[in-house]
């Protein structure tokens, strides 16, 4: 059974503090006066509350619609942050770990390395996104999934794990620190999370 101040909360989560008030007093006065409307027909306050709560809406939903009407473009700059975040973080990764191997070297990946491992983040993760989005806007309740770090981070665990394998199959084909290549999917889902969690706090900040 919803509760009002829970089901509003869910409506305007994520939302700048201004209009969230804004609309947390509009919501409420529009389902008190449906609530007295539904009593003065001879239901109860609770029977009239959830009635209200049902004719207004799936709470989950419209707090998607009040975000894209506040910031149309919110999930699109997440992702291409995280999409390049995670690319500078794996450029970073190969640059010092062939560093350690082969210090000296050139060890700076050429333009079109790059631009094709973001592109290989862009789909994979645009992808999950769809899957993980969908998921949000169904009705089926699956507490645990709506979780990001669930989510990303619980599969890819896996497909590493199973990756991983290989290195104790042939260890010798890893060498000179190859074998972090095994690990590419966890570590990318782990820091495509955190770059999930500091764009939340950095734009909520911001507001």
């Known amino acids: 059974m919803k509760n009002l101040d829970q089901y509003i909360a869910v409506i305007v989560a994520g939302l700048p503090l ?8 509009e919501i409420t006065q529009h389902i008190n006066e449906h609530m007295n409307e539904l009593m003065i027909k001879g239901y109860s306050e609770q029977e009239s509350l959830q009635m209200a709560i049902k004719a207004f809406g799936n709470e989950k939903k419209m707090n998607w619609e009040m ?12 992702f291409l942050w995280n999409t390049v975040f995670v690319t500078l973080i794996f450029c970073l990764l190969s640059y010092f770990i062939m560093e350690h191997h082969n210090p000296g070297a050139d060890n700076i990946a050429p333009l079109s390395s790059v631009l094709g491992g973001f592109f ?3 789909f994979i993760a645009g992808m999950a996104e769809l899957v993980y989005e969908a998921i949000q806007l169904s009705s089926v309740k699956m507490k645990y999934i709506m979780n990001p770090w669930v989510f990303f981070f619980t599969p890819s665990i896996f497909i590493g794990g199973i990756m991983f394998l290989a290195y104790f199959q042939k260890p010798e084909q890893y060498q000179n620190g190859l074998w972090v290549d095994l690990l590419v999917v966890p570590i990318g889902a782990f820091f495509y999370v955190i770059s999930r969690q500091i764009f939340k706090q950095l734009f909520n900040r911001s507001i």
């Open 18 to 25: 201004e209009e969230k008030e804004e609309i947390q007093e």
């Open 120 to 122: 290989i983040i862009f």
């Open 67 to 78: 975000k894209k009407a506040v910031y149309p473009f919110y999930k699109i700059s997440r």
